[in-house]
């Protein structure tokens, strides 16, 4: 379709002023479900190649909606920060998975996923340290995940921030690495402890040279720079040889486990960590 107003689509294309209505609708509920405690989250084991056991865990939110079913965070994320909601969504799930981790018996790490429009937020700081302070959790658990696109604006700012989450000894890792805007200038400007090399590299690995050509790439540059590395989407036992084979740090993946709920967690380890 050529766009020629919004009239023209709905004449043609009655679909996508359906499409329209559906997202506006989801957007409303979306503002109601914290209240109704609409939320939960999972957690995936992420899986030290060398250690050969589960070290930590990544924090995954899902939307449990009456109307809706269950929801996905691809679909709902997005709505989150256009209308602004994810800076209360985004404070609800680092204070529950902090709390969630503060009880785990082998002290794995807990990573959490931010959102750009959360990194702006003065809350975000202070939600982290009264989640410390409530919890008594050692900060070398945590993890923050943030994109390169996170970074490009307010750059300053955002350094400094990241320092000080440093130097409270909170660990920070660029998530997606080499699908957003990547600048390799970011891997200096920004105190980086570890890199995730985003699942489409890692997808076909043991047949694509090209795909291997960046993974030990990025993999030869993060060690030079001390940085650990996690391939995400780890799906095979052939790919995993191979990325043990390069020295990779962490994997992640279904081959490891799905992203599993608390009760899940708490009723025992179902994870493939005999690898
Ligand atoms: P992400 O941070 O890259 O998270 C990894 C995604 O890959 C998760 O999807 C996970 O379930 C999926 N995954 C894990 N192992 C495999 C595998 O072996 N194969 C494949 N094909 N996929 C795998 P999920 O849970 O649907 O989350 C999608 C995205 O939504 C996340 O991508 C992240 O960007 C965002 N997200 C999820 N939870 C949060 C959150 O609490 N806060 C924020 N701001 N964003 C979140
Ligand atoms: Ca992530
Ligand atoms: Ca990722
Ligand atoms: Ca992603």
Known sequence: AKALGRGTYAEFEPWLEERDRERAQLEADLKTAIQNDEF?????????????KTVGFETL????????????????????????????????????????????AEKERVAINLSPLQMRSPRLLPTITESIEATGIDPDRIELEITENM????????????????????????????????????????????????????????????????????????????????????????????LRGEGITQIQGYLISYPVNASELSDGRPFNEDR
């Not at 939960?40 to 050969?52: A, G, I, M, N, S």
């Not at 939307?63 to 691809?74: E, K, L, Q, Y």
Request: net charge negative; charged share 25%; hydrophobic share 45%.
């Open 151 to 242: 970074l490009m604006h307010d750059s300053e700012r955002n350094v400094a921030m990241l320092h000080e989450f440093r130097k409270m000894g909170i660990r920070i890792a660029l998530d997606d690495f080499g699908t957003g805007y990547s600048s390799l200038n970011y891997l200096r400007s920004f105190p980086f402890d570890k890199i995730k090399i985003d699942k489409c590299f890692v997808e076909d690995i043991e047949l694509r040279e090209d795909c291997q050509a960046i993974v030990r790439a990025i993999t030869q540059l993060a060690a030079a720079l001390g940085m650990s590395t996690v391939a995400e989407g780890v799906e095979r036992e052939s790919q995993l040889q191979w």
């Open 61 to 104: 939110v899902r939307w449990h909606s009456p109307i809706w079913g269950v929801v996905m965070p691809g679909e709902f994320i997005p709505l989150a920060e256009d209308s602004g909601l994810i800076v209360a969504l985004g404070e609800w799930i680092i204070r529950n998975a902090i709390h969630e981790a503060s009880g785990w």
């Open 40 to 52: 939960t989250l999972h957690y995936q084991p992420l899986y030290d190649v060398e250690l050969r």
